[in-house]
């Protein structure tokens, strides 16, 4: 059974820092893609970015281009995000999503999500 | 990029009825390359159908995807008890994008 597990929310101010953490099982982790999707509160879904299976590419979302950083660790079957720079307006439900078919494809698996709040 | 646009917003239904949620895109989505999920509340995204009309492993079958192009169409033949939650569709024929949601409550 694929699972993904997110750590690492929490609480920050603008301007901030903080680091997410996917760790995933029940696959063959570096053989697949994987993503950030993100839900503001009472929002709706917006995909933040995906890294490739060998960590050679990487794909980010517009709003979060050159402030966000995601990488990945096979040998630990870890996905990151490094959020920098953080506005109120990335305050949401961090999702680690498994996609299929491209690596910007549909999301067969999903994480239950790390809260980042970004507030003074 | 592609926008994706989910109607109603809302759809007030009682167990036992047909739903029929809309995604229309601003232009045609590559390869029919849609997906569909179920949200309820505190929990993640489910997924539900791919490629329009693929259900997941899982998936009953009262779910059913269709459409091409621009317009596609999530149909749940009666509705259960447990399918009052938050739909969302998603392409990814060109990057990816997702549409706003529909709310489908109980009447």
């Known amino acids: ?120 | 990029e592609i926008l994706l646009t989910q109607s109603p917003g809302t759809l007030s239904l009682s167990p036992g009825e047909r739903a029929t949620l809309s995604c229309r895109a601003s232009q045609s989505v590559t390869g029919s390359y849609l997906a569909w999920y179920q949200q309820k509340p505190g929990q993640a995204p489910r997924f539900l159908i791919n490629g329009a009309s693929n259900r997941a492993t899982g998936i009953p079958d009262r779910f059913s995807g269709s459409g091409s192009g621009t317009d596609f169409t999530l149909t749940i033949s009666r509705l259960e008890p447990e399918d009052f939650a938050v739909y969302y569709c998603q392409q990814y024929g060109s990057s990816l994008t997702f549409g706003g949601g529909t709310k489908v409550e109980i009447k």
């Open chain 1, 1 to 120: 059974e694929v699972q993904l597990l997110e750590s690492g929310g929490g609480l920050a101010q603008p301007g901030g820092s903080l680091r997410l953490s996917c760790a995933a099982s029940g696959f063959t982790f570096s053989n697949f893609a994987v993503s950030w999707v993100r839900q503001a509160p009472g929002k709706g879904l917006e995909w933040v970015s995906t890294i490739s299976g060998s960590g050679g590419s990487t794909y980010y979302a517009d709003s979060v281009k050159g402030r966000f950083t995601i990488s990945r660790d096979n040998s630990k079957d870890t996905l990151h995000l490094q959020v920098n720079s953080l506005r109120a307006e990335d305050t949401a439900i961090y999702y680690c999503a498994r996609p299929r078919h491209f690596d910007l494809g549909y999301f067969d698996s999903w994480g239950q999500g790390a809260l980042v709040t970004v507030s003074s």
